[in-house]
């Protein structure tokens, strides 16, 4: 069991790199259909702040309320993070097509028109960033045993999460879309997510069997001793 703690803090690392790599990408695509940084950036940080903050109410009440185990929840939340961004493509595509199609058929006045793409994207983005919200307090419910160790294991789960965060802002904003476009930048993100996801998966087994283990470990005891 030892091992298992450094292992989930890498791996939470690796999960707010591709957080905020995604970040960077839709900030960079958005552009495209918005036409200014100002309502791009705008946008994209009041859905991810907006969704961090509703994933971790809800899932911090749901793992707490919740008998299944907190690192397999985490594991559904990051292949739920990387199947959104495996479709984000497709939902860019879409979401064009419904502005251009409000621009000719509802309106064109550029305020009401930012407003509702404004309204369109960031519904789109809170699907995501709601999900990524929710890990820090899923992982912070598989460390936390008793109420003391709370603030020491958010704090630490929080500051590994934040060091993740600026080198995927790092990598991505300044070498891997400059060397590898978009669409490969996408797709490491994606495949962080889904490794991510099963490395806490097959955590979850272990923790699962150990746990078992331990808690028969006293009746074959009983067992033994009444013989």
């Not at 064009?96 to 789109?124: C, K, P």
């Amino acid at each position: 069991m030892r091992y298992i703690k450094p292992i989930v803090w890498l791996i939470f690392i690796f999960s707010g790199a591709s957080s905020l790599i995604y970040e960077v990408i839709w900030m960079r695509q958005l552009t495209l259909i918005f036409g200014s940084t100002v309502f791009a950036t705008s946008t994209v940080l009041t859905a991810f702040m907006a969704g961090l903050a509703l994933g971790s109410y809800y899932f911090g009440r749901k793992i707490d309320e919740s008998t299944q185990s907190p690192l397999r929840l985490y594991a559904l939340l990051e292949a739920g993070i990387g199947a959104f961004c495996l479709v984000w493509p497709l939902i860019l595509a879409a979401l064009g097509a419904i502005y251009v199609l409000i621009h000719r058929n509802v309106t064109s006045e550029f305020y009401t028109l930012s407003l509702i793409r404004f309204v369109l994207t960031f519904g789109v983005l809170l699907i995501p960033s709601t999900l990524m919200g929710g890990t820090l307090p899923v992982l912070t419910r598989f460390f936390v045993k008793r109420l003391e160790q709370l603030g020491t294991n958010i704090g630490i789960l929080y500051a590994l999460n934040t060091f993740g965060a600026v080198v995927g802002t790092v990598a991505a904003g300044f070498f891997l879309i400059e060397a590898l476009g978009i669409r490969w930048t996408l797709g490491i993100g994606i495949a962080i997510n889904f490794g991510v996801a099963a490395v806490a998966l097959a955590l979850a087994q272990k923790v699962s069997v150990t746990e078992a283990t331990e808690a028969d470990e006293p009746r074959r005891r009983d067992t033994t001793s009444g013989i």
